[in-house]
């Protein structure tokens, strides 16, 4: 259950690092040597080693004795929870209801999803 949580924080946090970075233009920095502002290459990388570290807790997780279909709508559920919070504290945005409602429709929706699996 632990690596399930910590996966979906590192992808959470690590979607909005992609989201502020250009992973496309890191990949022709590489091949053609052109300029990225460092600011966009850190958060970039930032990113990419978030992912990472979430697709080690998701392998992790297999382990427990949690089924298929509750620990992927847990995760999927705390991943867009937990992007959606470090975006607004973050950027210093408020969160509007209309946004806080189709958070929670789109938790309870995948919630039923699976429950039907």
């Not at 600011?39 to 930032?46: A, E, G, H, N, V």
């Not at 992007?83 to 408020?94: A, C, N, R, V």
Request: glycine fraction near 8%.
């Amino acid at each position: 259950m632990l690596q399930i949580f910590l996966a979906s924080l590192s992808v959470g946090i690590g979607s909005f690092f992609l989201r502020k970075g250009d992973i496309f233009g890191l990949l022709l920095q590489i091949i053609n040597k052109n300029y990225l502002s460092d600011k966009t290459l850190i958060f970039t990388i930032i990113g990419i080693l978030l992912n990472l570290l979430g697709i080690y807790f998701w392998q992790s997780s297999v382990k427990s004795q949690i089924q298929f279909s509750v620990a992927f709508s847990l995760y999927l559920s705390l991943t867009l929870i937990f992007g959606i919070i470090f975006g607004s504290l973050y950027e210093k945005t408020k969160l509007s209801p209309n946004l806080l409602i189709g958070c929670s429709l789109i938790t309870f929706g995948i919630i039923l999803i699976s429950n039907k699996s």
